[in-house]
């Protein structure tokens, strides 16, 4: 479900701009396969490279790139901010925080794997990013977001930040209630929306 949301906030904002800044929103595939890519490893296939090269071009793109996260059930959202030169955590229920933290510095460093392979590359080409040494930006746990009053609802709070979120502030708030509406909206949104193969029904109600 979290994966088909993604796909469809993409596909109704191809060329997603905020704050003046390019943004790609990412799918959950790619930030679990960082966390287990490390600097040691073997060398790696061309075919290998060609797809991290691939993947590298396609973050450099933009500004920011949001990367859904999970740490055991709980959903959070890490926003790589090229333009602050930070990696911006936001999180919906502060007792992950350790947890989180952790992880989100091992998906950093297989990020850094994607990156490097384009570190030679001419910088002209990928003048969005100051540099493309992540392992030392700032990680920053944002404080002040919404935060779930339930065990159940990490991965739609995580979802409204994803569609919120402008690098510096949510562009909307929303609160638990809402977040209960969201979730009794988001199947209908799903099955409803242009981009769904299986689309059987017309006009999906608004979030």
């Known amino acids: 479900i979290v994966d088909a949301r993604i796909h469809d906030m993409r596909g109704k904002i191809p060329d997603d701009k905020r704050m003046f800044t390019n943004v790609y929103l990412e799918t959950t595939h790619m930030p679990a396969r960082f966390q287990y890519t490390q600097r040691h490893e073997a060398e790696i296939c061309e075919e290998e490279t060609m797809h991290r090269r691939a993947v590298a071009f396609k973050y450099v793109s ?27 955590v936001l999180n919906s229920d502060k007792q992950f925080v350790g947890k989180i933290v952790q992880q989100v510095r091992n998906m950093v460093e297989g990020l850094h794997c994607y990156l490097d392979i384009i570190q030679n590359d001419e910088k002209e080409d990928y003048h969005r990013w100051k540099d493309f040494n992540v392992k030392t930006w700032d990680i920053d746990m944002l404080d002040g977001l919404p935060q779930q009053e339930d065990r159940t609802s990490s ?27 969201f979730r009794s909206k988001l199947a209908a949104i799903l099955v409803n929306s242009v981009f769904n193969e299986e689309q059987t029904m017309k006009g999906s109600p608004e979030i």
């Open 62 to 88: 933009h500004e920011m790139v949001f990367l859904p996260m999970r740490v055991q059930t709980h959903w959070f959202l890490v926003v790589v901010n090229a333009y602050l030169r930070t990696v911006q």
């Open 155 to 181: 991965g739609l709070f995580m979802l409204k930040y994803m569609e919120h979120w402008n690098g510096y502030r949510l562009q909307k708030g929303f609160t638990q209630n809402l977040i209960d509406e």
